[in-house]
């Protein structure tokens, strides 16, 4: 089965509801021994196996991930996939300040599209609320740019519900990007009804928790000081044992299936009425063309809701943040 294309809020974008996450993309500050002809590859294996939207950010290597992905997209129909990105971030005072001065926002989108070497952005997400631009002011200088064709649809990312409202207000809001799985399920409750009402589509990130719900850790795993992962609560005592038990319910039905843990999660998302696309990072080529493979997986309602049922109980404890917003 391929998956029906899905719309962004109240634009005509449509998409496949299996995108790609590109921050190992070029994001040499976000991860070690990155290689540029590994992020071109990964790009390309995406397009050639119908992943049709994707997400990049000009704080994956400032810069560097927007220019692969711009270079990587040069051979195919520009109309035949949806290019996301994001800013927020202004180094111009030496270290990083998060900025949604909409003189700033204007100035970064055009940045953008000549790091991507495009005419036009399908989605550009404000990456993260400052303290003191009001939201609704952020936002409509998104809507003169979409005015003037430099974008597309208008999303906002790591906003909290109020922000989201603030930011709404004109109703110009079509997408929201936000943690999200079914680890960290807190948005279920909040956010997602507000989205629903207001014809917002919703975008999670980690969607596979750090690689949690991968089925890739065992118990006995340890992390150095220096690892990430050795910050993140999702790896600490008692937490990590009920993880790797609600990800053990999830191995029959991807066994029934011919398929990996990895892609019978996608495949839950991707079936998930509250999610618009899904959008994967990997660090190689093969990861990508694995992952779209969950676009052939069907879940029965019945196994849906297993899988819902075995990690009912991260529904109950607000999860917050895998990682802390930069200020």
């Known amino acids: 089965m391929t998956h029906d294309m899905v719309t962004i809020g109240k634009t005509d974008i449509h998409t496949t509801p299996l995108g790609l996450g590109t921050n190992a993309v070029g994001g040499y500050n976000l991860f070690p021994n990155l290689n540029d002809a590994d992020g071109l590859d990964l790009v390309k294996t995406g397009l050639n196996h119908g992943i049709q939207l994707l997400d990049t ?7 560097h991930s927007e220019e692969l992905v711009g270079q990587a997209i040069h051979d195919f129909d520009r109309h035949s996939f949806t290019l996301a990105t994001k800013g927020a971030q202004d180094f111009s005072s030496g270290e990083q300040v998060i900025n949604n001065d909409p003189a700033f926002l204007t100035q970064q989108v055009d940045a953008s599209l000549q790091r991507l070497n495009t005419d036009y952005i399908d989605i550009y997400y404000i990456h993260f609320p400052d303290k003191r631009t009001p939201k609704a002011e952020a936002v409509g200088a998104l809507e003169r740019l979409k005015e003037q064709g430099k974008i597309r649809a208008i999303g906002i990312s790591n906003f909290s519900l109020e922000q989201v409202k603030e930011a709404n207000a004109d109703g110009y ?58 910050q993140i609560s999702d790896f600490q005592e008692p937490r990590y044992s009920q993880i790797l038990q609600a990800v053990a319910a999830v191995k029959p039905i991807a066994t029934a299936h011919q398929a990996t843990v990895t892609q019978t999660v996608l ?55 895998s990682l802390a917003d930069p200020d």
């Open 173 to 230: 809001v079509d997408v929201v990007e936000d943690e999200f799985s079914l680890l960290h399920r807190d948005h279920e409750t909040d956010l997602m009804p507000y989205l629903n009402e207001h014809q917002i589509s919703f975008v999670p990130y980690f969607p596979l928790a750090s690689g949690l719900l991968t089925g890739k850790y065992t118990q006995d795993v340890t992390f150095p000081d220096d690892d990430i992962r050795s």
């Open 267 to 321: 495949a839950w998302y991707l079936q998930n009425p509250e999610i618009s696309v899904v959008i994967p990072g990997a660090k190689r080529a093969s990861q990508v063309a694995a992952n779209a493979q969950a676009l052939s997986v069907t879940l029965s309602p019945a196994e849906y809701q297993t899988i819902d049922q075995a990690f009912a109980s991260f529904k109950a404890r607000p999860s917050g943040k």
């Open 57 to 63: 950010a000009f704080v994956y290597g400032l810069g």
